[in-house]
């Protein structure tokens, strides 16, 4: 398949372009990567999302797809090719999707926790974020049945809903506000993460801390005149859930 066939409108820094990202690379999909400037955005942004307006989009066969986990799910039914993303029995689908939408919200503390200033609110935040990593451990455990991810031999929905978060979860432990995967809280998460950043799908798609740092950089200059920030709830780079 062409990569014109397939393209995907986003922006590298958001982590929910990268769970796209992800199934491409899991297939083995070709696809074009059109960037988008979220500051002004393009007319086929536009047009491609007219509800949201946010990315990602994934355009196939001149349709559009939109947010993130409804697009990796559409590219696990589309295409055959290459392991499955999503478990083939009901129950077991029904599980990942509810652990992705869990995923989703606790990952709504982490950026909650950034944009908290009062000490009492961000230790509260702080436990509330380990003890859903604690959960998290617990999933991992029951999901993977001893093997190496939530999916199982190979990098499934759940890793790919949780994997995303990674980049941004490295930076904010580089930033210094706490240190977020911890061997002896979590130590299967701690493998599991070692195990994620290493497979050849994810190589190169997750942006490093420093690139986050310039991305940052450079969108908040941008916004500087309108006192915007990003934010990885819901800030222009980072766009969907």
């Given at each position: 398949?062409?990569?014109?066939?397939?393209k995907?409108?986003?922006?590298?820094?958001?982590?929910f372009?990268?769970?796209?990202?992800?199934?491409?690379?899991?297939?083995?999909?070709?696809?074009?990567?059109?960037?988008?400037?979220?500051?002004?955005?393009?007319?086929?942004?536009?047009?491609?999302?007219?509800?949201?307006?946010?990315?990602?989009?994934?355009?196939y066969?001149?349709?559009?797809?939109?947010?993130?986990?409804?697009?990796?799910?559409?590219?696990?039914e589309?295409?055959?090719?290459?392991p499955?993303?999503?478990?083939?029995?009901?129950y077991?689908?029904?599980?990942?999707?509810?652990?992705?939408?869990?995923?989703?919200?606790?990952?709504?503390?982490?950026?909650?926790?950034?944009?908290?200033?009062?000490?009492?609110s961000?230790?509260?935040?702080?436990?509330?974020?380990?003890?859903?990593?604690?959960?998290?451990?617990d999933a991992?455990i029951?999901?993977?049945?001893?093997k190496?991810?939530?999916g199982?031999?190979?990098?499934?929905?759940?890793?790919?809903?949780?994997?995303?978060?990674?980049?941004?979860?490295?930076?904010?432990?580089e930033?210094?506000?706490?240190?977020?995967?911890?061997?002896?809280?979590?130590?299967?998460?701690?493998?599991?993460?070692?195990?994620?950043?290493?497979?050849?799908?994810?190589?190169?798609?997750?942006?490093?801390?420093?690139?986050?740092?310039?991305?940052?950089?450079?969108?908040?200059?941008?916004?500087?005149?309108?006192?915007?920030?990003?934010?990885?709830k819901?800030?222009?780079?980072?766009q969907?859930?």
């Open positions: 398949m062409a990569a014109n066939d397939v995907l409108l986003g922006a590298r820094a958001s982590p372009v990268n769970r796209v990202q992800f199934a491409l690379n899991i297939k083995g999909i070709d696809y074009e990567f059109i960037p988008q400037n979220l500051s002004n955005k393009s007319e086929l942004l536009l047009k491609s999302n007219p509800i949201h307006k946010k990315i990602p989009v994934l355009i066969d001149d349709k559009s797809i939109c947010e993130s986990l409804i697009i990796v799910e559409y590219i696990d589309v295409w055959k090719n290459g499955s993303i999503l478990p083939s029995y009901p077991d689908r029904a599980i990942a999707r509810f652990w992705a939408d869990y995923i989703n919200k606790w990952f709504a503390l982490v950026v909650e926790l950034r944009r908290t200033q009062d000490e009492d961000k230790e509260a935040l702080r436990e509330r974020i380990y003890e859903g990593l604690v959960v998290l451990e991992f029951k999901c993977s049945k001893g190496p991810f939530f199982g031999e190979t990098i499934g929905y759940i890793d790919i809903a949780f994997g995303c978060f990674l980049g941004w979860l490295k930076f904010i432990e930033a210094g506000d706490f240190k977020i995967f911890d061997e002896k809280r979590t130590p299967k998460l701690v493998g599991w993460t070692e195990r994620f950043l290493s497979d050849k799908a994810i190589q190169g798609v997750i942006p490093e801390a420093q690139q986050l740092t310039e991305f940052l950089q450079m969108y908040n200059a941008r916004q500087a005149a309108t006192s915007n920030e990003i934010n990885p819901d800030g222009n780079i980072v969907n859930s």
